[in-house]
């Protein structure tokens, strides 16, 4: 426990050692995770909860879009959205494999987390990610899911075509530790967080004991 002890102190004197520390404990917890994330899909899956199924762009409501042919479609106003209710209950990726006459601004889905969740809103959405098949791989979190909204971006006058709507497309045990630009930023700024928040929370006991030491004299 001494021995325990000097190796704590010794960490928290430098602050080198300290951050390193943080580097090394976030690295693993993140990586923890992802083994974590890819076990509990699994076994979803195993059960038949999270099971693959393709959807179909003419079973969503259309709104501010317009359909011009069979998969091809044009936003009416800078909001346009495709809404499906109710949705699979289970839904951890949607893949959507389509094309834009240009740049869309934004590529988003929203989704309902509650029967009685009204209205999308903002804290519920997630932002697509470009693959190197042109494709937009969105993550939902591990929760039921009782809407999808599909906001396929933020002009008026923007042509569109959905190839396809794909969800739980099944994925490698590597892609899972596929770095994505919000693991990297936190692996660059939360362990330096970390640090600061572990110096000042051990500085600060340490005057506090001293003070009621000195009081205690």
């Known amino acids: 426990m001494t021995k325990l002890k000097q190796l704590g102190r010794s960490i928290l004197a430098s602050d080198k050692k300290l951050i390193a520390l943080c580097y090394a404990l976030f690295f693993a ?13 699994a076994f979803q899956r195993a059960a038949g909860k999270v099971v693959p199924a ?24 800078p909001d346009p959205r495709m809404v499906l209710e109710p949705s699979p209950a289970y839904v951890r990726t949607v893949t959507v494999q389509c094309t834009f006459s240009k740049d869309p601004g934004e590529f988003c889905i929203f989704y309902k987390t509650s029967p009685e969740q009204t209205e999308y809103d903002a804290t519920r959405r997630a932002w697509g990610y470009r693959q190197a098949d042109g494709s937009y791989l969105f993550r939902l979190p591990k929760s039921q899911i009782y809407g999808l909204r599909l906001d396929p971006g933020i002009f008026t006058n ?5 190839q396809s709507i794909t969800i739980n497309e099944p994925a490698s045990f590597l892609s899972w530790f596929t770095p994505s630009p919000v693991w990297i930023l936190g692996q660059a700024l939360v362990p330096l967080v970390m640090a600061a928040t572990v110096k000042n929370v051990f500085g600060f006991c340490e005057r506090f004991f001293a003070q009621r030491k000195k009081a205690g004299q």
């Not at 393709?54 to 106003?77: A, K, M, R, W, Y």
């Not at 923007?158 to 959905?162: A, G, H, P, Q, S």
Request: with cysteine; hydrophobic share 40%; proline share 5%.
């Open 29 to 41: 917890a993140s990586v923890l995770l992802c083994v974590v994330n890819f076990a509990e899909d």
């Open 54 to 77: 393709q959807l179909d762009p003419n079973d969503f409501v259309l709104i501010d879009t317009q359909q011009t042919e069979p998969g091809t479609f044009t936003s009416t106003s």
């Open 158 to 162: 923007l042509d569109f075509t959905v």
